[in-house]
């Protein structure tokens, strides 16, 4: 391979016109001839540039509405012409074919077309050939050729062949042709992808994945691991999305503990009052709602004060002045809302490593996405936890019925319980979290932890009893047995929720009668592991 190559002639064609003009004034300026198709020749043109139209350069016209125009040998072949082949060299004479030093393409807007909700058959209009065919062909001969396919490289482009005499580098060439075949990948995974869903194929025979550089972390979840954060182009609001504020650069922890913390507080309406979580380790140490912000946070903190020390804070609407100045009371790594106040970021900036993210909204929590985990030698795929209940959807199993008041805990117990790690127990009185645990072995162990935390927590306050006497209690998956419910009844519970359906439902709800305790059965689980 040789290192420099000379850049005389340039083929663009781009959907995204953003830099256009700007690139187009550069390269005419250091004598590239530019070869170009249907509007972006128009843009150029426009701009008082001197275009060559790509028929004119095949001696071909365009046609069956454009489908036809860059899909041809006079092309394919300007761009994968090995310059330093003899028998290539006399091709291309003899077929009057000119060289191609330089391809600049963007694709057809196929994911913002579906994004925008339109129908099949325009999506399927919407499916570039011509761009990811010439794409291909121009990374291959990257030997000789560079290929552009991102706006973000017009600069580094232009500042190569200025250091170079107006030719390109390998090193710069090579890492062009990757980023092209990288985004020729991605389209394809959004076509296939989307037409899996199109046709109704939940288990298509492949599937691909793709993401989009957004940062390298310092490392991973230990300091002995590498990582980077890609994006996935949804446009979730979220983590991926947010703009920070301030603070130090989010490392992999962090922006998985804050994922957590939104998608729990997303689940509270902003329309239904304020609600702040907060997260340690990607489980919530404290959830609640408040007549304001303010009030959310500090019921939510009293949960579990220890653990909430370097949390996540999460909030469902923008955060306020007089919330923030609690916040800075102790050392908290990330907060995340859909906004914040000029005062509350006055505030956070006295706190230089505090990270504020604001979002513009919340992530729907009911829309329907695609989750995966890697596993050794393959990749598991599901559909996101979606799953909703209303009070229609409970069915009362015990004697004693919940009051409104417990029926209101209960749902929000649930709530929480949703974004806790298995097996889950979660306390609630008077719309925030008393006791939460997670990621036992066991139930019961979870059930115990849980009031072991209440206890603690009431003797650093100061109460005269545990949060969780009168408390309803939330169970991410039935009972197998009665003594998690009966730790439960224990600890102060008065009402349980949970999905039901162990073989021994009969023996747990007998217990829950024995204890005078309502139960309220979900038909549907919540694991989350």
Known sequence: MTDLAPLRRALISVSDKTGLIELGQALAARGVEI????GTAKALREAGLDVRDVSDFTGFPEMMDGRVKTLHPVVHGGLLARRDLESHRDAMVEHNIGPIDLLVVNLYPFEDTVAKGADFDTCIENIDIGGPAMIRSAAKNHAFVAVVTDVADYDVLLADMDAHDGQTTLALRQRLAQTAYARTAAYDTAVST???????????RR???????KQTMRYGENSHQSAAFYTDGTGRPGVATAVQHQGKALSYNNINDTDAAFELVAEFAPADGPAVAIIKHANPCGVARGASLLEAYQNAFDCDRTSAFGG??????????ATAKAIVEIFTEVVIAPGASDAAKAVFAAKKNLRLLTTDGLPDVTAPITTYRQVAGGMLVQDKDTGHIGMDDLKVVTKVAPTDAQMA????AWKVAKHVKSNAIVYVKDGATVGVGAGQMSRLDSALIAAKKAERMAEAM?????LTI???????????FADGLLEAAAAGATCVIQPGGSMRDDEVIAAADDAGIAMVFTGMRHFRH
Not at 35 to 38: E, F, V
Not at 207 to 213: A, I, K, Q, V
């Open 409 to 412: 805990d209960l749902l929000f």
């Open 194 to 204: 989307w037409m899996a869903g199109a046709i109704g194929d939940d288990t298509p």
């Open 35 to 38: 070869l170009s198709t249907g």
């Open 470 to 480: 009168g408390s309803a209690v939330a169970s991410d998956a039935f009972f197998p």
């Open 207 to 213: 599937r691909s994945f793709s993401g989009t550089y």
């Open 462 to 466: 100061g109460l005269p009893a545990p």
């Open 312 to 321: 996540i804070v999460a909030l469902n609407q923008p955060l306020d002045e």
